[in-house]
T-cell receptor, first 113, second 115 residues
Framework: ETGVTQTPRHLVMGMTNKKSLKCEQH?????MYWYKQSAKKPLELMFV???????ENNSVPSRFSPECPNSSHLFLHLHTLQPEDSALYLC????????????FGQGTRLTVV | KQEVTQIPAALSVPEGENLVLNCSFT??????LQWFRQDPGKGLTSLLL?????REQTSGRLNASLDKSSGRSTLYIAASQPGDSATYLC??????????????FGKGTLLTVNP
C-alpha cells in the first residue's frame, strides 16, 4: 500500500464512450501526476498538478482531460479515445515537485476497443 | 534533454545470487535518483531515493549507489529471492532547465530469480 489509490483497476471502453479515472492520495502531498505506460516504452508524463493548479501539460491530446478538485484527488476524463490509447495509466504524488520522493498508485489498465 | 538507460534489459539468475542492475543518465545535473520496482500490470513501488549529495543508500538487501559525475547508479541486490522477480526502474528529476516536473524513466530491467 503506497498511499495512492487508483480506481478502477481495469477499464474496457469503446471509442465513443466517456469514462473517468480516479486517483486519491492519503499522504498529504501537494503535487499529483498522471503518467502513461505503454508496452516497451518508458513511462511518459502526461499532466502535473501542484496545489491544485495544472503546471504541466506534456503535449497530450485533448481527448484526455485532467481535473484536480483538491490536493488529494485527481481525475482523468476520457472521451473519444483511440485503440492506441490502450495502456497502463499511473497516478503519482509527491510532497512537492519531483525533487522529493514520488509514490505511485497501482494503475488503471485501460483497453480501448 | 535527459536520457536514462538501463542495462541489462533483462536478467535471469538462480536464487541466492548477488546481482547488480545499472542505470545511466546523460545530464549529471540532478537533484536525486529514485529506484522503483514494478510487478507485472501493477504500479510502481519506491525502493530507494538517493539525493545528489549522497553516494549510496541501503534498505535491507538492497543497496543503491550514485556516481553523479559519471552519470551512473547501480542497484545491488544481495541473496536474491524468487520474490524479487519484477521490473526495476530508475528515474531522475531535472535539476534545471526545461520541465521542472518531469521524472525521466529508463525502460527498466526485467529481473527473474529462479528457484
Amino acid at each position: 500500500e503506497t498511499g495512492v489509490t487508483q480506481t478502477p483497476r481495469h477499464l474496457v471502453m469503446g471509442m465513443t464512450n466517456k469514462k473517468s479515472l480516479k486517483c486519491e492520495q492519503h499522504l498529504g502531498h501537494n503535487a499529483m501526476y498522471w503518467y502513461k505506460q505503454s508496452a516497451k516504452k518508458p513511462l511518459e508524463l502526461m499532466f502535473v498538478y501542484s496545489l491544485e493548479e495544472r503546471v504541466e501539460n506534456n503535449s497530450v491530446p485533448s481527448r484526455f482531460s485532467p481535473e484536480c478538485p483538491n490536493s488529494s484527488h485527481l481525475f482523468l476524463h476520457l472521451h473519444t479515445l483511440q485503440p492506441e490509447d490502450s495502456a497502463l495509466y499511473l497516478c503519482a504524488s509527491s510532497q512537492d515537485l519531483p525533487n522529493t520522493e514520488a509514490f505511485f498508485g497501482q494503475g488503471t489498465r485501460l483497453t480501448v476497443v | 534533454k535527459q536520457e536514462v538507460t538501463q542495462i541489462p534489459a533483462a536478467l535471469s539468475v538462480p536464487e541466492g545470487e548477488n546481482l547488480v542492475l545499472n542505470c545511466s543518465f546523460t545530464d549529471s545535473a540532478i537533484y536525486n535518483l529514485q529506484w522503483f520496482r514494478q510487478d507485472p500490470g501493477k504500479g510502481l513501488t519506491s525502493l530507494l531515493l538517493i539525493q545528489s549529495s549522497q553516494r549510496e543508500q541501503t534498505s535491507g538487501r538492497l543497496n543503491a549507489s550514485l556516481d553523479k559525475s559519471s552519470g551512473r547508479s547501480t542497484l545491488y541486490i544481495a541473496a536474491s529471492q524468487p520474490g524479487d522477480s519484477a521490473t526495476y526502474l530508475c528515474a531522475v528529476p531535472p535539476h534545471s532547465g526545461g520541465s521542472n516536473y518531469k521524472l525521466t524513466f529508463g525502460k527498466g530491467t526485467l529481473l527473474t530469480v529462479n528457484p
